[in-house]
């Protein structure tokens, strides 16, 4: 049994990366289905399930929740109770019969001990604002500028609830096993590149 | 035409790796070559511009160098002279009909123009100690202590020599293309899922 995880600079292409490895590879799939899973356990929206886990749940715990995950009087409060969901949600993912593939939620670090083979992947901040500008919905019409603000909030957020959950850095290439570069690349065909790899490395038929 | 360039934290096995994919896609290889070379040049010693180009030519450079590289005043300072060899050697490798791994030497920053494939080698402090123990010739007995300080200076000399080539810092994942963490690996079977990477993305037959 494997599982691949992906964390990711935001605008990086570092979801659609995760999903056509794979498809590629054949393993199961996994990012939304993360929040639909705590969504329906706490009977709350995705939405709200997301925006709390992105955004607010981590700043607002102790700094010493990391050493103390399960005490149940962190778990009485409620956004402790959608972080703790989201662990039993990822190891129930790992603990299954299916190789998957494991976009964000800090899943690399919550299954540490089922050795993961974990992927970061990153892109110059130019490559990520113009990715973000490509795909934004037609009509939004977000600017550089507020798509780059809006980037270094999310990513500051991903590096801040990881350090409550690790001592080695969000983004540091000390933290993972691989990671790629996807400035300028065509995500296509760098995930065709690393399924060879990943082939080769976790000896796949 | 290919150029692959290594760059890696001392004691991470970058070189053994560069090695190993240079004989798995049938690559040129090139480490203690450039140095040789550069050696024949000036009528010196390996040794000695080893020495110099990794620990003393760059910290003496007026902090301006990099924006005037080809300055007849600078070049006429014996460092600088070994540098610009060193540049030049580079250039008719990247220049030549083979394609090339090249370990080391800032030729990832030195040869930008040719588009090379950027991997960046590191791993664990630990584990960099042990590798480079388990290395050492038999009876010179050094500490982990020492190899440790030595590691440090090494990789700080590295990082330096970066600083007066280019903007993007050494051993940050943006510099690269790929950055791979040899943690615990055995680098012969990750140099083969890598040969099975640069197969692809490079499209080699």
Redesign the interface.
């Known amino acids: 049994m494997h599982i691949i995880t992906v964390a990711r600079e935001f605008g990086s292409g570092g979801r659609e990366l995760g999903k056509r490895l794979a498809d590629l590879l054949g393993f199961d799939y996994y990012d939304r289905e993360i929040i639909a899973a705590i969504a329906e356990k706490h009977g709350l929206s995705e939405g709200y399930v997301d925006y709390v886990l992105e955004n607010h749940a981590w700043t607002s715990l102790p700094i010493t929740f990391h050493h103390s995950f399960h005490l149940p009087v962190l778990l009485a409060e409620p956004q402790t109770k959608l972080i703790s969901t989201q662990r039993e949600v990822i190891e129930k993912i790992a603990a299954g019969p299916h190789n998957a593939v494991i976009v964000g939620r800090q899943a690399d670090v919550i299954l540490e001990e089922y050795h993961p083979f974990r992927i970061?992947v990153?892109?110059?901040e130019s490559s990520r604002v113009r990715r973000c500008m490509e795909r934004a919905p037609e009509g939004e019409n977000l600017t550089a500028h507020a798509v780059r603000k809006n980037m270094r909030v999310i990513d500051k957020n991903r590096a801040k609830s990881r350090e409550f959950l690790s001592d080695l850095p969000w983004?540091s290439?000390?933290s993972?096993?691989?990671?790629?570069?996807t400035?300028d690349c065509e995500i296509k065909?760098?995930s065709?590149?690393?399924a060879?790899?990943?082939?080769?490395?976790l000896d796949l038929k």
């Open positions: 970061f990153c892109a110059a983004g290439p000390a993972y096993d691989l990671t790629v570069n400035t065909a760098l065709e590149a690393l060879a790899f990943l082939r080769c490395r």
